[in-house]
């Protein structure tokens, strides 16, 4: 992602993104992306015309013509600033997890470093490894507001002789923090240890240069808004040899012009779905990243502003520049609210969706909102004017 100060202001083009996102028809407010993205309006129209065309001769465009995959996979090198020839299609980050925890913790007693602000696929995984193959799991217990520097030294105390991988999110999935993780990926680099970096919600946020981490995953269903079951792992040669598929197709043994693709040939699949990542790319591409990440970051602070207005309120997400997304996190004083689940609430009498605060304490009384530049400051103006029945 671009460095603190060094981004330029953008302006983002507001009608096409309300052409390509118009409202709900049902009235209601999405503000959940963080879990799974609205598809706009050419991502829907990529998906049906392409599925028409090949409707047509669907043997063919499933098994055989390969230029939706080698489109999708260049479009999609551009937006998170990759390349190609280090860039798997998957189906979504845990996907991609999988994929590289099972190739590098293979043996009893191998170390696995990781925090405790990791999305539940990393600790099922891990879990799994540690009951069938005795693996060593290391937390580093971390609190985002203290800082970038204090998480890398915190996970760097934990690197051991055995240690095989280290993993970390690029973006706190409980807070929205975005953490300066290369100088932890340079003294891994020294060390000989691969860093994992989680970017589950990194696409589609800003510009980003996955060159800049050994191993990277990501997920298209969300921020970038492609279709359901689009997801990315870009890793570097030295690591991409090592790795062993936790599943097979029959085109595994197949010859390839990237040895990559191998991994991504499971058996009959939705092409139709790489359609629509090329289309999510191009508008992201077209809307601009810097633009998006502006947007969403004017989004973050209207927002951070009118509920930091009540007087029970916790925000739980940094303010720092260069280290924010468009997620914001809040809790609630529990003794202040009227209703024991805010999300259920807001759904069943204002239909706004909003995503619990799973993290920190009770789940009821806090939010994680997303704030896609999708949105408007009117939008949240909805949400506060709906808590103000409910928060003292």
């Not at 990315?232 to 595994?252: C, M, N, T, V």
Request: proline share 5%; charged share 20%.
């Amino acid at each position: 992602m671009i460095p603190a100060g060094s981004r330029r202001s953008c302006a983002l083009d507001m009608a096409l993104v309300k052409a390509e996102f118009p409202p709900p028809d049902d009235g209601s407010l999405y503000l959940n992306t963080g879990s799974c993205g609205r598809k706009s309006h050419r991502v829907l129209t990529a998906i049906a015309e392409s599925w028409q065309r090949f409707n047509n001769n669907p043997t063919y465009w499933t098994f055989y013509n390969e230029e939706h995959l080698t489109e999708a996979r260049r479009v999609a090198a551009e937006v998170i600033g990759g390349s190609p020839d280090n860039l798997l299609l998957t189906q979504n980050s845990t996907q991609g997890l999988q994929l590289v925890m099972q190739t590098f913790l293979l043996n009893p007693g191998d170390e696995f470093v990781t925090t405790t602000h990791e999305h539940g696929s990393v600790r099922t995984i891990a879990r799994y490894l540690e009951e069938t193959r005795g693996i060593v799991v290391r937390h580093h217990k971390f609190e985002p507001h203290a800082g970038s520097d204090a998480l890398c030294a915190g996970i760097l105390k934990l690197i051991s002789p055995k240690t095989r991988l280290v993993e970390v999110s690029e973006v706190d999935s409980f807070t929205g923090w975005r953490p300066n993780l290369k100088p932890l990926s340079q003294r891994l680099k020294a060390l000989g240890v691969p860093l994992l970096v989680d970017g589950a919600h990194a696409p589609g946020q800003a510009r980003l240069s996955v060159s800049d981490y050994p191993i990277w995953v990501g997920s298209g269903h969300k921020w970038l808004g492609a279709p359901n079951g689009v997801g990315f792992l870009h890793i570097k040669p030295l690591y991409a040899e090592q790795l062993k598929p936790s599943w097979l197709g029959d085109r595994y043994y197949g010859e390839f012009d990237n040895p990559l693709m191998r991994f991504e040939f499971q058996g009959t699949a939705d092409v139709g779905r790489f359609t629509g990542l090329t289309a999510a790319c191009k508008l992201a591409l077209d809307l601009g990243l810097e633009a998006i990440a502006d947007r969403q970051n004017q989004l973050l602070q209207y927002a951070r502003t009118k509920l930091a207005a009540f007087s029970s309120t916790v925000i739980r997400t940094p303010d720092v520049t260069g280290e924010t997304t468009g997620i914001l996190t809040v809790t609630f004083n529990a003794d202040h609210i009227k209703v024991k689940d805010l999300k259920e609430w807001l759904w069943e009498q204002h239909r706004i969706w909003v995503q619990p605060d799973f993290y920190f304490g009770d789940p009821g009384y806090g939010m994680r909102l997303s704030l896609h530049y999708s949105l408007n400051e009117s939008d949240i103006d909805k949400l506060v004017a709906a808590l103000s029945q409910v928060i003292a």
